[in-house]
């Protein structure tokens, strides 16, 4: 528990951002710089995902997502240090593992870190990062929540029309996805009470552009 305050007061401590730190950071969370090339990697596997290619004015929206997304990471991670959570070694390793089986090799999983320059080092923190913000999620805000039979019942009477299983096959993965939902809603209603505390800075070309300022004399 100590380790865990010690490093909550470190990372939420106000830091001035130094030139070259200011060349590499996307945003600062309550002092935390998220660098560029976080978000740009986030960009790509974003980009991988979508129909065809994005064209400029697309990229820009994935850049902003990517960066939202990191920003709400970051929020929930310091907050789950705020409230002393920890998290063993032994489950970050038990995760990893996880995802090294999704490759044929452990040399295909080293060559899949290399194409995103991530290090073992920076993939075990990342992966603590996650763990932690979704320990936060379900301590706090999932906590005791559920699919009650009638919200199953509901969903299935008002979308029979465009289902094609009967409701004995379906129900189960009706409730999963009702109960996602459930968790996305609390998540964002946690994510932007901790916006409101928090000291979010972006830099450019990330910063969302001004609004310009009102003509004197115009119509309002």
């Known amino acids: 528990m100590r380790h865990?305050?010690?490093?909550?007061?470190?990372?939420?401590?106000?830091?001035?951002?130094?030139?070259?730190?200011?060349?590499?950071?996307?945003?600062?969370?309550?002092g935390v710089a998220i660098e560029r090339s976080e978000v740009l990697e986030l960009v790509k596997g974003l980009a991988r995902a979508e129909p065809q290619?994005?064209?400029?004015?697309?990229?820009?929206?994935?850049?902003?997502?990517?960066?939202?997304?990191?920003?709400?990471?970051?929020?929930?991670?310091?907050?789950?240090?705020?409230?002393?959570?920890?998290?063993?070694?032994?489950?970050?390793?038990?995760?990893?593992?996880?995802?090294?089986?999704?490759?044929?090799?452990?040399?295909?999983?080293a060559d899949a870190l290399a194409q995103r320059g991530l290090s073992v080092a920076r993939l075990r923190s990342d992966t603590r990062r996650t763990l932690l913000a979704e320990?936060?999620?379900?301590?706090?805000?999932?906590?005791?929540?559920?699919?009650?039979?009638?919200?199953?019942?509901?969903?299935?009477?008002?979308?029979?029309?465009?289902?094609?299983q009967p409701f004995e096959e379906l129900q189960d993965s009706i409730a999963r996805m009702l109960l996602d939902e459930k968790k996305a809603t609390k998540?964002?209603?946690?994510?932007?009470?901790?916006?409101k505390r928090a000291a979010i800075k972006k830099f450019p070309p990330f910063a969302e552009p001004q609004k310009p300022a009102p003509t004197p004399g115009a119509a309002g």
């Open 135 to 164: 320990r936060l999620l379900q301590r706090t805000v999932w906590r005791g929540l559920s699919v009650s039979s009638a919200e199953i019942d509901a969903f299935y009477a008002e979308n029979r029309s465009q289902l094609d």
């Open 187 to 195: 998540r964002a209603e946690l994510v932007a009470e901790l916006r």
């Open 53 to 109: 290619p994005p064209d400029s004015k697309r990229i820009e929206e994935l850049n902003r997502s990517a960066l939202d997304s990191l920003i709400d990471l970051e929020l929930l991670y310091q907050e789950a240090l705020r409230r002393g959570i920890e998290l063993g070694d032994g489950e970050v390793d038990r995760e990893i593992d996880r995802l090294r089986q999704h490759f044929a090799s452990d040399k295909d999983f």
């Open 4 to 30: 865990c305050i010690l490093a909550a007061v470190l990372i939420l401590a106000p830091t001035a951002l130094s030139a070259e730190e200011a060349e590499t950071a996307a945003a600062r969370v309550n």
